[in-house]
């Protein structure tokens, strides 16, 4: 019985995670055409003007630079304004983008990224 139960809650849970990663990525989508395609791209290449987004993001030290310039923008990007939930589903959708994967960003993560940026932003 055990050799099969073992299996069987692998298979529940890692699709709860697959499922959780779906909708995030529907979400992000939403999130990306309204208020990112414009200057990235639909295959997040950028173009002369805005750079590329579909590489260098998979990597934690990226993930903190995407929150804080979501957040305040830089001299070229502007801020988005978004909400905890939002800039989590799209940069959960950018990283499982055109050929990218990643494990799920929770946003918890996003929170305390965001935490930092604005710790970044008080002591510039
Ligand atoms: C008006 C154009 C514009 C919009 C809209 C925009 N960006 Fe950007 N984005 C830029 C520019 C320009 C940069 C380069 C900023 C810099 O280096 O200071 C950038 C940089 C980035 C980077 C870092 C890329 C790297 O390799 O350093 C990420 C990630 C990013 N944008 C994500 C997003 C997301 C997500 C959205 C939507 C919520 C978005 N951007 C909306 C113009 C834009």
């Given at each position: 019985?055990?050799?099969?139960?073992?299996?069987?809650?692998?298979?529940?849970?890692?699709?709860?995670?697959?499922?959780?990663?779906?909708?995030?990525y529907?979400?992000?989508?939403?999130?990306?055409?309204?208020?990112?395609?414009?200057?990235?791209?639909?295959?997040?290449?950028?173009?002369?003007?805005?750079?590329?987004?579909?590489?260098?993001?998979?990597?934690?030290m990226?993930?903190?630079?995407?929150v804080?310039?979501?957040?305040?923008?830089?001299?070229?990007?502007?801020?988005?304004?978004?909400?905890?939930?939002?800039?989590?589903?799209?940069?959960?959708?950018?990283?499982?983008?055109?050929?990218?994967?990643?494990?799920?960003?929770?946003?918890?993560?996003?929170?305390?990224?965001?935490?930092?940026?604005?710790?970044?932003?008080?002591?510039?």
């Amino acid at each position: 019985m055990r050799y099969i139960l073992i299996p069987l809650l692998f298979l529940v849970f890692g699709c709860k995670e697959n499922y959780q990663l779906t909708e995030a990525y529907d979400r992000g989508k939403e999130v990306y055409i309204t208020n990112c395609i414009s200057c990235h791209g639909s295959n997040g290449a950028g173009n002369l003007l805005y750079p590329p987004i579909n590489s260098r993001i998979a990597n934690a030290m990226t993930l903190e630079r995407a929150v804080s310039l979501i957040l305040q923008g830089s001299q070229n990007m502007p801020s988005v304004d978004l909400t905890d939930q939002e800039i989590t589903d799209v940069l959960n959708y950018i990283q499982n983008s055109w050929g990218l994967e990643a494990e799920i960003i929770p946003i918890d993560s996003i929170i305390s990224f965001k935490s930092i940026s604005k710790n970044a932003a008080i002591y510039p």
